[in-house]
């Protein structure tokens, strides 16, 4: 079932096919709300202290101090909310991820800096980015860019080779089973 972005009400729930292909996402204590067309993009992810803004708040739904996915798009997939659920949670909230994202930083080249300052660019003129570039960078850019190749978000010629094996090797600890922290 990989790749299937089925809505909520075809088969499985989305969340429940996450859940059963990617077990780590079960320990994790999301909330889960389906809301086609709610948003821009395939989804949202809540961290638990998000409060939203005006014109798009947290969902009502989600208890406060609780993460969770928002889901937007039907065509959002399993691998889209586990990559979701790694870059903005997971990296601070799972030693060996939080080891990951350290790794991938540190080894950051200067065309991938560049790349985010662009995108940065792009953010600012076409929807309004108005956060300074540092705390768009740790909240949106850094996790953007991480997930991009494990999760198939990003083209691979983005990554170095040492990147693309500690991505790999990522990615098998996130299917085991029982992980080990």
Same mark, same amino acid.
């Given at each position: 079932?990989?790749?299937?972005?089925?809505?909520?009400?075809?088969?499985?729930?989305? *969340?429940?096919?996450?859940?059963?292909?990617?077990? +780590?996402?079960? /320990?994790?204590?999301?909330? $889960?709300?389906?809301?086609?067309?709610?948003?821009?993009?395939?989804?949202?992810?809540?961290?638990?202290?998000?409060?939203?803004?005006?014109?798009?708040? @947290?969902?009502?739904?989600?208890?406060?101090?609780?993460? /969770?996915?928002?889901?937007?798009?039907?065509?959002?997939?399993?691998?889209?909310? =586990?990559?979701?659920?790694?870059?903005?949670h997971?990296?601070y909230?799972?030693?060996? +991820?939080? @080891?990951?994202?350290?790794? %991938?930083?540190?080894?950051?080249?200067?065309?991938?800096?560049?790349?985010?300052?662009?995108? $940065?660019?792009?953010?600012?003129? *076409?929807?309004?980015?108005? @956060?300074?570039?540092?705390?768009?960078? !740790?909240?949106?850019?850094?996790?953007?860019?991480?997930?991009? $190749?494990? %999760?198939?978000?990003?083209?691979?010629? +983005?990554?170095?080779?040492?990147?693309?094996? *500690? %991505?790999? !090797?990522?990615m098998? $600890? =996130?299917? !085991?089973?029982? @992980?080990?922290?």
């Amino acid at each position: 079932m990989e790749g299937l972005g089925l809505g909520q009400n075809e088969g499985l729930g989305l *969340m429940d096919q996450a859940q059963t292909q990617y077990p +780590v996402l079960k /320990g994790l204590g999301l909330n $889960y709300k389906y809301n086609p067309g709610g948003g821009s993009g395939f989804l949202e992810f809540w961290p638990g202290d998000e409060t939203g803004t005006p014109d798009h708040p @947290r969902p009502s739904e989600f208890p406060a101090g609780q993460p /969770g996915v928002e889901v937007y798009d039907p065509k959002t997939t399993p691998l889209d909310i =586990l990559g979701d659920a790694v870059s903005h949670h997971m990296i601070y909230n799972d030693p060996q +991820v939080k @080891r990951y994202y350290q790794q %991938f930083q540190d080894s950051m080249t200067p065309e991938q800096h560049d790349m985010l300052k662009g995108q $940065y660019s792009h953010e600012q003129k *076409m929807y309004g980015e108005d @956060r300074a570039y540092e705390q768009w960078l !740790e909240h949106a850019g850094k996790p953007a860019i991480f997930r991009g $190749y494990p %999760f198939k978000q990003w083209p691979e010629d +983005v990554y170095t080779p040492e990147q693309k094996k *500690m %991505f790999d !090797e990522m990615m098998q $600890y =996130l299917k !085991e089973p029982t @992980r080990k922290k």
